[in-house]
Nanobody, 115 residues
Framework: QVRLVESGGGLVQAGGSLRLSCAAS????????MNWYRQTPGKQRELVAV???????NYADSVKGRFTISRHNARNMVFLQMNSLKPEDTAVYYC?????????WGQGTQVTVSS
């Protein structure tokens, strides 16, 4: 069982930055994929960024060059640095731990980017 808690969301102007944090209740060392997703009302949840245990990262095309995912295995934390934010980045952002048995989700943190 992995409990995930996101923080760091808020209201920011377009062009600004936010850093999201995801704290896990257990070790994430053996969780191969730690991901960030986002969702807006009426739309499917969108994969934003993925990071492996070894630190390899992949991003959705819409955030490449602006967002950076990182993980600190010893602290059981995952981060999403979001720069050059746009109004279309407004969403609830979720942290997820992807395991072979099941996936675990946080409760989400709201990010609102004003124009």
């Amino acid at each position: 069982q992995v409990r995930l808690v996101e923080s760091g969301g808020g209201l920011v102007q377009a062009g600004g930055s936010l850093r999201l944090s995801c704290a896990a209740s257990t070790s994430i060392l053996e969780i191969t994929f730690m991901n960030w997703y986002r969702q807006t009302p009426g739309k499917q949840r969108e994969l934003v960024a993925v990071i492996t245990t070894g630190g390899s990262a992949n991003y959705a095309d819409s955030v490449k060059g602006r967002f950076t995912i990182s993980r600190h295995n010893a602290r059981n934390m995952v981060f999403l640095q979001m720069n050059s934010l746009k109004p279309e980045d407004t969403a609830v952002y979720y942290c997820a731990a992807i395991t072979t048995g099941r996936n675990y989700w946080g409760q989400g943190t709201q990010v609102t980017v004003s124009s």
